[in-house]
């Protein structure tokens, strides 16, 4: 992860943001990531995702959009199970990502640790390589990074 930025641009902070959210106040953080859930938590955004599903296939869709996902589930069943969409399944996955509440599933597995303080700085070192421009709203601009609580 330490160089990704190098070879997909499109990711810009998001990894600083993944591993700075994870830090606890006291420092520490949990050693296993999970990874990035999704759920669509406004009934409308979800009425509009539904929308671009054949009606013969909405109801086993639903079910699926009620409670938390992943791209990949979803992109799974839709395959699996030929549902059928108005939009290719990338601008779907897209339509739900974007309108979805989201967060990092984290686990504290044998521990917590601190390694994340070390990690996060070389990431922003390497963003910061190829957006030096992005410093302030990185470091300053940007107030919606939070701490984990593992409670």
């Keep these: 992860r330490r160089c990704d930025n190098f070879f997909n641009a499109h990711l810009k902070a998001t990894n600083i943001k993944t591993f700075a959210c994870l830090l606890q106040p006291d420092g520490f ?12 938590t406004d009934q409308a955004a979800k ?12 109801a ?16 799974n069943l839709i395959t699996a199970e030929g549902i059928k969409l108005s939009t290719p399944l990338p601008d779907f996955l897209g339509l ?16 917590y640790w601190i390694d ?7 990431l922003i070192q390497t963003y910061l390589a190829l957006y030096p421009e992005a410093l302030t709203q990185l470091l300053s601009t940007d107030q919606t990074y939070t701490f984990y609580d593992s409670g």
């Design 29 to 40: 953080n949990p050693l296993i990531i999970k990874g990035t859930k999704y759920l669509l």
């Design 47 to 58: 009425e509009l995702a539904l929308r671009q599903v054949a009606a013969a296939d909405r």
């Design 96 to 111: 739900l990502i974007e309108k979805a509440h989201t967060w990092t599933e984290a686990d504290f597995g044998e521990g």
């Design 60 to 75: 086993r869709l639903e079910q699926l959009l009620g409670k938390p996902f992943s791209p990949g589930a979803i992109a």
């Design 116 to 122: 994340h303080w070390t990690y996060l700085l070389d």
